[in-house]
């Protein structure tokens, strides 16, 4: 690559700057006029756009231009807030610099190209990029320095070298790393492009082949990973990941909603979010059920009753089959019909495919017979009514009837098979009124895993390119099934804290986990900077964990800057009001987060206060404070966290410890605790 000569960094460029103002004047012209380029490449976009529909032959390459100048538009977006560019990368002359000696780069969240295609900044994900994460006094990777810059807003406003060439090296001391963690959160997540840190930018980077498990205490940057990794993915094999997809599955509509904004601000606008109760929606919950029954269907064995089940439809045939076709009638004998069975069972197809390869398979059998006695081949529309003839119909419904998921299940809900479960879980499961029909059964939410992994016996579901699983320790075993079935052909990336898991089957153990998900040798590896919860506070939730019995690797927090407090209160409501209104002299967002059943309570007194506030998933609200049920509020942060009666958070739940180790972690500046209840006895010793 060749750069224009104005950055080219000739020898002297590597010696310290001379005058900071007028290096900052120079960074602010190259991003005024990278922003102007970026301009001109949408204006180029845009009118490609327009003139689409002339160019394109047919309505169908029309339409597939149009979408895809209409992402090249959107793509192009340039959000006046977020800096263009947030470093520049020096390459020195020693060897390791390979073709880039001397040259100079500004990294940034897309390629900025100048009229005649030369770049002016370079899209973060390019291989070149790579250094600015990962190059260290001990290996500089070729670089003599890097800089990175300070914004405010849009502004650039400061710069910080790292002299990687003499040995300097700023790592997590850099200020504007401390500015970026320490800025106060308002709306949506934010991408974090400009600061990945080494050990989160391997995970990044991996190969597209490579499934691999985060497993990191809270705000260690695990989403973060994840939502950059899938950007990486899409920029490097664009073309198949297009085609075959990109999904980010998250615990909750709250927390999606939180996330949503990050890819789309890093230019990518194509990926799936759902939780797994939308992936697996076949049928609206209707009926609630109890949650030992629910931990029942969501346990792997429930995988083995429903294979079996679907099994035992398929029969042996018990007599030749006869097709009358015209004067002739085909014959074939119940050994071949047997043989055909048995062979098609050992391919172990989808339970459709296999009905659909059995008749094929008999079909086949007629044609030779009638090539044999008639010297030419059929047609297709004999091929056709030879598959439908009655004969062939009746012996397929006798020997591999067609089934709905939902028959199967309800068959199994009706009459638990033994073998698998014991009788008491078999009598749990047992649906104690029959619906009179399918169609008015009234499913629950655990009854959705069943029906998808039914439907995933049946037929083959379609597999996405890559899929990321955020707040993975809460993955039934039933619904990894479901994630798997959807990334056969695909990389995971999964993510998750051991100690976070507060669903009644939480993982213990990833390997677990990533033997249903069908990726039993991915790696698990530690993330272990926290950029969130301040030292203080960290040291505070960490009491719980000896409780939490789950293995964990510690984390060291970033921050030192930290504000703890812990009342006990006699008026709830008046604390929790004086506690939102002080944290609202301060900048930033304000959760208030307390148990389910005490949410309503709470938003009135706020509002009878005259303070207003926001749900979880109004993430655009102008609104600076939020109440938050304890049980949606994983994943999520804000500046200023209230947590109300804890005691009441533990004790709403089973895993209530876990519960309240996410709610004191969502905190980024500052946790106030107020309870008129003793504290949990984990947290005062
Ligand atoms: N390298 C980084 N530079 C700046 N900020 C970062 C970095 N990594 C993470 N963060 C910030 O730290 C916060 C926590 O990150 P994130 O939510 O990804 O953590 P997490 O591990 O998923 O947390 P949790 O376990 O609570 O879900 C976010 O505000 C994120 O933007």
């Given at each position: ?529 926290g950029?969130?919860v301040p030292a203080a506070v960290v040291a505070f939730a960490n009491r719980l964990l ?8 510690p984390a060291r927090s970033?921050r030192n800057?930290g504000?703890l ?99 004191l972690t ?5 946790l ?11 947290l005062?010793?």
């Amino acid at each position: 690559m060749t750069l224009p000569a104005d950055h080219v960094v000739n020898t002297d460029a590597t010696e310290p700057a001379t005058d900071l103002e007028t290096d900052l004047g120079a960074e602010r012209t190259h991003l005024t006029a990278s922003r102007a380029a970026l301009g001109r490449m949408r204006e180029r976009a845009e009118s490609l756009f327009s003139a689409g529909g002339n160019v394109a032959g047919d309505s169908y390459t029309a339409e597939t231009l149009g979408r895809t100048l209409a992402r090249r538009v959107a793509e192009l977006a340039d959000d006046p807030d977020t800096p263009l560019f947030f470093g520049r990368l020096d390459f020195g002359r020693s060897a390791e610099a390979e073709d880039h000696a001397g040259h100079r780069y500004h990294v940034g969240r897309r390629h900025v190209t100048d009229d005649v295609g030369e770049p002016m900044v370079l899209d973060w994900r390019a291989p070149v990029s790579r250094a600015f994460y990962r190059a260290s006094a001990r290996d500089p990777q070729g670089i003599a320095v890097r800089r990175r810059f300070g914004f405010n807003g849009g502004l650039l406003t400061s710069f910080e070298d790292e002299h990687l060439d003499r040995g300097e090296e700023l790592g997590t001391a850099s200020r504007i790393l401390t500015a970026e963690i320490e800025r106060p959160r308002v709306g949506p997540m934010r991408d974090i492009v400009a600061t990945i840190q080494p050990e989160q930018d391997e995970l990044v980077r991996a190969d597209l082949e490579t499934s691999i498990c985060v497993q990191g205490a809270p705000g260690t940057g695990k989403t973060a990973v994840g939502l950059h990794r899938a950007a990486f993915l899409l920029y490097l094999h664009r073309e198949r990941l297009r085609r075959s997809g990109v999904l980010v599955v998250g615990p909750n509509r709250a927390f999606l909603s939180y996330i949503s904004a990050v890819l789309p601000a890093l230019g990518e606008i194509e990926v799936e979010q759902a939780t797994v109760d939308d992936l697996i929606a076949r049928a609206p919950v209707r009926a609630q059920e109890d949650p030992a029954v629910a931990v029942i269907k969501h346990d792997a064995r429930m995988a083995t009753v429903l294979a079996a089940a679907l099994n035992a439809h398929i029969g042996a045939p018990e007599e030749p089959m006869t097709v009358p076709d015209g004067s002739y009638r085909w014959r074939i004998g119940v050994e071949v019909l047997r043989r055909i069975i048995d062979d098609v069972r050992q391919e172990h197809l989808p339970y459709a495919t296999a009905r659909e390869r059995v008749r094929a398979r008999v079909v086949s059998l007629l044609q030779r017979q009638s090539e044999a006695r008639r010297g030419d081949s059929p047609g297709d529309a004999w091929l056709r009514r030879m598959g439908k003839a009655k004969p062939v119909t009746e012996f397929l419904d006798s020997v591999w009837p067609a089934l709905t998921p939902e028959a199967l299940v309800a068959e199994i809900l009706t009459e638990p098979p033994a073998g698998v479960l014991t009788d008491d879980e078999r009598e749990l499961i047992r649906w104690s009124t029959q619906p009179r029909s399918l169609k008015s059964a009234k499913w629950t939410a655990a009854d959705l895993v069943l029906l998808d992994e039914a439907a995933g016996l049946i037929e083959r579901a379609a597999s996405f390119g890559h899929v990321v699983v955020d707040e993975a320790q809460d993955l039934s075993a039933m619904q990894a099934r479901a994630i798997a079935r959807r990334s056969e052909h695909g990389s995971i990336t999964l993510l998750g804290d051991l100690a976070q898991g507060t669903a009644p089957w939480a993982a213990v153990d990833w390997r677990e986990t990533l033997r249903h998900l069908g990726k039993p040798d991915a790696a698990v590896v530690p993330l272990t900077i926290g950029f969130r919860v301040p030292a203080a506070v960290v040291a505070f939730a960490n009491r719980l964990l000896p409780a939490l019995a789950v293995d964990v690797p510690p984390a060291r927090s970033l921050r030192n800057d930290g504000w703890l407090t812990i009342d006990e209160v006699t008026d709830l409501d008046a604390a929790t009001v004086a506690q939102v209104r002080a944290a609202l002299a301060h900048d930033g967002s304000v959760g208030v987060i307390a148990a389910d059943t005490a949410v309503e309570s709470i938003r009135a007194a706020l509002a009878a206060a005259g303070i207003q506030s926001a749900t979880a998933d109004d993430v655009e609200s102008a609104e600076r404070v939020t109440v938050v049920p304890a049980s949606v509020v994983k994943g999520l942060e804000y500046d200023h966290v209230v947590v109300v009666e804890p005691a009441a958070i533990v004790a709403a739940e089973p895993r209530g410890l876990h519960r309240l180790y996410v709610v004191l972690t969502r905190a980024v500046s500052r946790l106030a605790v107020l309870h008129t209840l003793p504290l949990p006895a984990p947290l005062t010793s």
